[in-house]
């Protein structure tokens, strides 16, 4: 699977990871202002969201690849691509949905306290620690890669799949965190007209590898056509 895939949606979610986690950025204890230091420290926070994210993309790889051998590969593809189309237009209400769910406002709260603890008893310190709960807190922009990993049906590929997703998310972070910090109400305006076409596009691919699936299984099953010599 190309990676462009898990790169646009790493791009689109951007904007949605720093109105969601800028909050929690802004409050992680920083050695120093010098913008070198910010940015390094940033990077380790950020090396432990991405190891979450490719934990995860590991074990949704192995979910899809149980379900690819029950014969649902080219099912999955298509599913993972409609949906991430979908997520371009009801992210936020699909996110409130999923932290209805029974026990997940529990485990997002216990997630939150870990954070507060490690931030008060630890400041400066537990950068790396931060950086993987924040991975497990609620997004709807992880959820919609989530999906799109169980569609490489393969674990390895499914933890490449989320690394690459995580690193997609980068460039705008960094420039939240190193540069301000912040973004104009004019650039955030435009980013939010790019972020579903990012994330139809992405969709369209998943859905594109999904028909090409359904035509290589098409054309292994049909013998080819050729001469014969009696």
Same mark, same amino acid.
Request: charged share 10%.
């Given at each position: 699977?190309?990676?462009?895939?898990?790169?646009?949606?790493?791009?689109?979610?951007?904007?949605?990871?720093?109105?969601?986690?800028?909050?929690?950025?802004?409050? !992680?204890?920083?050695?120093?202002?010098?913008?070198?230091?910010?940015?390094?420290?940033?990077?380790?926070?950020? +090396?432990?969201?991405?190891?979450?994210? +490719?934990?995860?993309?590991?074990?949704?790889? @192995?979910?899809?690849?149980?379900?690819?051998?029950?014969?649902?590969?080219?099912?999955? +593809? $298509?599913?993972?691509?409609?949906? *991430? !189309?979908?997520?371009?237009?009801?992210?936020?209400?699909?996110?409130?949905?999923?932290?209805? $769910?029974?026990? /997940?406002?529990?485990?997002?709260?216990?997630?939150?306290?870990?954070?507060?603890?490690? !931030?008060?008893?630890?400041?400066? =310190?537990?950068? /790396?620690?931060?950086?993987?709960?924040?991975?497990?807190?609620?997004?709807?922009?992880?959820?919609?890669?989530?999906?799109?990993?169980?569609?490489?049906?393969?674990?390895?590929?499914?933890?490449?799949?989320?690394?690459?997703?995580?690193?997609?998310? %980068?460039?705008? %972070?960094?420039?939240?965190?190193? /540069?301000?910090?912040?973004?104009?109400?004019?650039?955030?305006?435009? !980013?939010?007209?790019?972020?579903?076409?990012?994330?139809? @596009?992405?969709?369209?691919?998943? *859905?594109?590898?999904?028909?090409?699936?359904?035509?290589?299984?098409?054309? =292994?099953?049909?013998?080819?056509?050729?001469?014969?010599?009696?």
């Amino acid at each position: 699977m190309s990676m462009l895939t898990p790169l646009l949606l790493g791009l689109a979610g951007s904007l949605h990871c720093v109105g969601m986690c800028g909050p929690l950025m802004l409050a !992680i204890p920083l050695p120093s202002s010098e913008r070198r230091a910010v940015f390094l420290q940033m990077l380790v926070y950020h +090396s432990g969201r991405i190891l979450t994210y +490719s934990a995860l993309g590991l074990l949704f790889g @192995l979910l899809g690849k149980g379900m690819a051998i029950a014969g649902f590969q080219q099912v999955l +593809s $298509l599913a993972a691509g409609f949906f *991430i !189309i979908a997520m371009a237009f009801v992210a936020w209400r699909f996110e409130r949905l999923v932290t209805a $769910l029974p026990g /997940f406002g529990t485990f997002t709260r216990s997630i939150q306290q870990r954070m507060g603890r490690l !931030i008060h008893n630890h400041p400066g =310190s537990a950068t /790396f620690s931060l950086g993987l709960l924040n991975g497990l807190l609620p997004c709807g922009m992880v959820y919609a890669a989530l999906a799109g990993a169980i569609s490489t049906t393969n674990s390895m590929e499914g933890g490449i799949f989320m690394a690459f997703f995580g690193l997609g998310t %980068l460039p705008l %972070l960094l420039t939240a965190t190193v /540069f301000g910090r912040s973004f104009s109400h004019a650039i955030r305006t435009k !980013i939010r007209i790019v972020q579903p076409l990012l994330l139809t @596009l992405a969709g369209l691919l998943l *859905i594109q590898r999904g028909l090409q699936l359904d035509l290589s299984l098409f054309e =292994s099953a049909v013998p080819k056509a050729g001469y014969e010599c009696h």
